[in-house]
């Protein structure tokens, strides 16, 4: 892979975390929080040597949506992506930039690739679409503009695992509702993988983040409950969700079939294709 130098957004992240570690090859520029206070001109500065800039900013989704949560939900994805292109666009060069989006803007019926144009409604699709159209506001002169939509992120130090892991640990897990909501998902190696496959093979447009083989929430409820010796015979209910994340639930009861379709084309390989591998490395190892 060529030596670049890449701006990372959100580098105090798990996953800006994982991917810098990976890209030792490379010489990084870490943006912080508080770098996207700044004006334009001096994200610009900071940002003048980068010849790649993957944005990974935004404030976790899985919590309670309060008012006050969804603004900052919404604004620490839309105003940093707005402050990068707008530093890219002042720079005037031919800067690669890769911006985080999300599998949730898929409609929840029907099979999805990144060719489907079905998509769903709400507070979470809205954000992701105004995410995109803020990132595709690149200038047309710089024509390098990919956009990840990523699913489910598999790893313990974060996301919908780790709000997890507790309860199956001391035996109270189990599956969600009915428990037949599809789940795409992806494990954190293999996600970092796939963006140094983007960056070596210069793949732009919408590029779908997620494993071929997504399942259904109680048969990864099955094999987490196998993997840890753990009984999990309890329904949790969604109403029970709803009580504790209020409208966020919809999050963690959403439905969603992804295919990995470029990805697939382009001849990456998942080292952690299917649930059992995936959750295997991360909870046995």
């Not at 990974?56 to 707005?82: C, H």
């Amino acid at each position: 892979m060529k030596s670049n130098t890449i701006a990372v957004a959100g580098s105090t992240g798990f996953i800006a975390g994982e991917l810098i570690k990976n890209l030792k090859e490379h010489q990084i520029i870490k943006l912080k929080r508080d770098d996207f206070s700044l004006n334009d001109e001096q994200v610009a500065s900071k940002i003048k040597d980068a010849d790649i800039v993957i944005n990974l900013a935004g404030s976790p989704i899985i919590k309670r949506w309060t008012r006050a949560n969804k603004k900052e939900i919404y604004n620490s994805r839309i105003i940093t992506t707005s402050k990068l292109v707008n530093a890219i666009s002042l720079l005037k060069k031919d800067i690669h930039l890769i911006n985080t989006s999300a599998i949730g803007i898929y409609s929840e019926q029907n099979i999805h690739d990144e060719e489907s144009m079905s998509y769903s409604s709400g507070f979470i699709c809205d954000l992701i679409k105004d995410w995109e159209q803020e990132a595709m506001k690149l200038p047309q002169s710089c024509n390098n503009l990919t956009i990840m939509r990523i699913g489910i992120v598999l790893t313990k130090q974060s996301g919908l695992l780790n709000k997890m892991y507790p309860m199956f640990k001391i035996g109270l897990g189990g599956k969600i509702g009915s428990g037949n909501q599809w789940m795409s998902f992806i494990h954190i190696e293999d996600l970092v993988n796939s963006i140094k496959f983007i960056i070596q093979n210069k793949i732009t447009g919408i590029v779908n983040i997620t494993t071929p083989r997504f399942i259904i929430n109680k048969e990864f409820t099955y094999i987490l409950s196998r993997l840890m010796k753990r009984p999990a015979f309890i329904t949790i209910p969604v109403s029970l969700l709803k009580l504790i994340y209020g409208e966020g639930s919809s999050i963690i009861c959403s439905s969603h079939r992804i295919l990995p379709k470029r990805l697939l084309n382009m001849g990456f390989e998942f080292k952690y294709p299917d649930i059992k591998s995936a959750l295997k490395d991360l909870i046995v190892h």
